[in-house]
């Protein structure tokens, strides 16, 4: 068994003396109490650090974070270069135009209409584009029939991670091309451009293209951030340990990590030092799933062995939970495990063991800080609501008392006629108002998204409802954030408590109405 030379990281922080690490955090510490609003970690579910033994990461968009704009547009270029190599795809498709601004996380293709498509908490779509172009309300509903959709068959396709963006953005780009009018390319159905796109794509993450690309030049993709390097010191602190568990392999993982932490603080050394068990290959979410031996790989990443259990200390490929809480041998409840894929991280170990999670949501310090700017005018989206809710409830209320009313006089029974039309004309007046803030109402919502997305309005609201992204986050994500190195902020044993959890009952204010 070949172990690297190391001493867990813990015994680093608390205490080797000289190694540079425990002053650089405590200088760290001594200058940042306060954090940013953006930088904030937010709780869907109470967590004691304190119970907290084991914190284990995702690497990919979780601890390395990338330069977006230029790892699309490899991607992107990439995948058009191999749909003409390998798929027969006409050398004119090298005009799609490159767009990162239009795909984000949580939306949908589908494979059958050519769309792109948001759909809502209770899987209505109500907002979806063919190409570049927004359908309206009456190609929505010849298409999706204001019914819920089945988002897990095979017509839909999710963009769940950082990763698939390009993936979305080209799809809309080359069904753009097939449609238009004037286009002279030949290309196959929607259905088939999907999976050529999904077979260049995966060709270009699974065949090397990309990565060799990063690992060529990591400093133009990836970005080295010390504040992540403190976040993993502050919680190691009290003898925590960490574990590094990824779907990248060994030579990715380890030039990657190479890149971001080698060095990065004084006395750190080798990003191994970071970590006390390095599990990668791990195929999430089948890990979470399946009975897999480990690897245990050298310092080189050969393989050396098999085993059940991991050691710690080492480096592994493949693997399963069950072998690795075997080693851990405390309830699984224990570990947080923080990742940015809201299915493979977070959905899948929630669902498949007692793990705490946490998740990295990029986003969300843009919808933060766009939230904070437009405050006035969420108020007053709030209030328009507020008073439509009102208003419907008195315009049904008197559409009730008015037919009952006619039916009365229309049976003969003898009752004065004159309130009735007082009523009628309160009925119609109050029907107006309500048409009037109905449209008020839609037009601050357009305008508000707009300023959220161009495209697909706010990340985690449609309207007065949630979208399915921020469902999932609310029920599996324990903590969320937008990036790991937020934890240096916080400390070690942190009592991350939930603020408020209200149901509607609370929220609405009743003691107006009193
Ligand atoms: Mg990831």
Do not use: C
């Given at each position: 068994m070949v172990r690297p030379p190391r001493e867990p990281l813990h015994q680093d922080v608390?205490?080797?003396?000289?190694?540079?690490l425990s002053s650089t955090l405590f200088d760290f510490l001594l200058h940042h109490e306060k954090v940013p609003a953006e930088r904030r970690i937010f709780v869907n579910r109470t967590l004691r650090?304190?119970?907290?033994?084991y914190v284990g990461f995702d690497l990919d968009w979780t601890l390395a974070d990338y330069e977006r704009i230029p790892l699309e547009r490899l991607t992107f270029e990439l995948a058009v270069e191999r749909l003409i190599v390998?798929?027969?795809?006409?050398?004119?498709?090298?005009?799609v135009e490159f767009r990162p601004s239009f795909p984000r996380r949580g939306l949908l293709i589908d494979k059958e209409a050519g769309t792109v498509l948001r759909m809502n908490r209770h899987r209505y779509v109500n907002l979806a584009y063919y190409g570049r172009t927004r359908l309206d309300r009456a190609e929505l509903k010849r298409l999706y029939r204001y019914e819920p959709i089945r988002?897990?068959?095979?017509r839909f396709y999710h963009l769940?991670?950082?990763?698939e963006l390009p993936e979305g953005n080209l799809y809309a780009e080359l069904i753009e091309m097939a449609a238009r009018?004037?286009?002279e390319v030949e290309l196959p159905s929607a259905w088939q451009i999907f999976d050529d796109v999904r077979a260049a794509i995966d060709w270009v993450h699974g065949g090397g293209a990309l990565k060799s690309r990063v690992m060529a030049e990591p400093e133009r993709y990836l970005k080295r951030d010390p504040e992540v390097a403190l976040a993993l010191l502050r919680l190691a602190l009290g003898g925590r340990r960490l574990i590094l568990l990824t779907n990248s392999d060994w030579s990715y993982a380890n030039a990657v990590c190479g890149f971001l932490?080698?060095?990065?603080?004084?006395?750190?050394?080798?990003?191994?030092?970071?970590?006390?068990l390095v599990l990668v290959d791990s195929g999430k979410p089948t890990f979470f799933r399946a009975d897999r031996e480990f690897r245990e790989l050298d310092s080189t990443g050969n393989v050396v062995s098999s085993c059940h259990v991991p050691v710690w200390g080492g480096a592994f490929s493949r693997g399963s939970l069950g072998g690795l809480m075997e080693l851990i041998g405390?309830?699984?409840?224990?570990v947080l495990y923080v990742g940015?894929?809201?299915?493979?991280?977070i959905v899948s170990s929630k669902i498949e063991s007692t793990w705490r999670t946490a998740l990295i949501v990029r986003e969300l310090e843009g919808e933060i800080a766009q939230r904070k700017r437009l405050r006035d005018e969420l108020k007053r989206g709030r209030e328009l609501r507020s008073r439509l809710a009102e208003l419907g409830h008195e315009m049904d209320h008197l559409r009730d008392v008015v037919f009952l009313y006619q039916q009365l006089l229309d049976s003969g029974i003898?009752?004065?006629?004159?309130p009735l039309q007082a009523l009628i004309q309160r009925s119609r007046s109050i029907t107006r108002r309500h048409r009037e803030t109905l449209r008020a109402e839609g037009d601050w919502a357009d305008q508000i998204g707009k300023q959220f997305d161009?495209?697909?309005?706010?990340f985690f609201k449609q309207g007065t409802s949630k979208t399915r992204f921020a469902a999932q986050l609310e029920t599996y994500a324990c903590l969320y954030t937008?990036?790991?190195?937020?934890?240096?902020?916080?400390?070690?044993?942190?009592?991350?408590?939930?603020v408020q959890d209200p149901m509607m009952h609370e929220i609405v204010d009743l003691a107006n109405e009193e």
């Open positions: 608390a205490t080797r003396k000289g190694s540079g650090m304190e119970s907290i033994r390998a798929h027969d795809y006409p050398e004119a498709i090298g005009q988002p897990s068959s095979e769940d991670s950082l990763f009018q004037d286009s932490f080698d060095e990065l603080l004084p006395g750190l050394g080798s990003w191994r030092n970071l970590f006390d405390e309830p699984g409840e224990h940015d894929h809201i299915y493979s991280d003898d009752i004065p006629t004159e161009t495209y697909w309005g706010s937008s990036r790991v190195s937020n934890f240096a902020y916080y400390g070690s044993n942190r009592y991350f408590r939930v």
